[in-house]
């Protein structure tokens, strides 16, 4: 069992900067691929980043392609997203997810565990 906590959402202009972070509780948090997935009013879950369980492999969506970085810390069982340059089609809810298979799944199907999310709006 997996429990996911975000933090670090927040209200930021466009071009603006935000860093969140999932802290991941029990002992295990290095066994899993972890994801970021985000959420829009009326818009389907959609695919961020991901980054392997040990952050050999990441793998982003086109649309934060050089914007966004993931990056994890085993020993802190915690997983982050730099978010830079953000745009108002940045808002969202952002989740975190556990995945324990070997792919970074795009989906959210794959994936076993969720966190509650954190709101992010980027005002233009």
């Known amino acids: 069992q997996v429990q996911l906590v975000e933090s670090g959402g927040g209200l930021v202009q466009a071009g603006g900067s935000l860093r969140l972070s999932c802290a991941a509780s029990?002992?295990?948090?290095?066994?899993?691929?972890m994801g970021w997935f985000r959420q829009a009013p009326g818009r389907e879950r959609e695919f961020v980043a991901a980054?392997?369980?040990?952050?050999?492999?990441?793998n982003y969506a086109d649309s934060v392609k050089g914007r966004f970085t993931v990056s994890r810390d085993n020993a802190k069982n915690t997983v982050y997203l730099q978010m830079n340059s953000l745009k108002p089609e940045d808002s969202a809810v952002y989740y975190c997810?556990?995945?324990?298979?070997?792919?970074?799944?795009?989906?959210?199907?794959?994936?076993?565990?969720w966190g509650q999310g954190t709101q992010v709006t980027v005002s233009s």
């Open positions: 029990g002992r295990t948090f290095s066994l899993y691929n």
């Open positions: 980054i392997s369980s040990r952050g050999m492999r990441k």
């Open positions: 997810a556990a995945d324990r298979d070997s792919s970074l799944a795009v989906s959210p199907g794959p994936y076993d565990y």
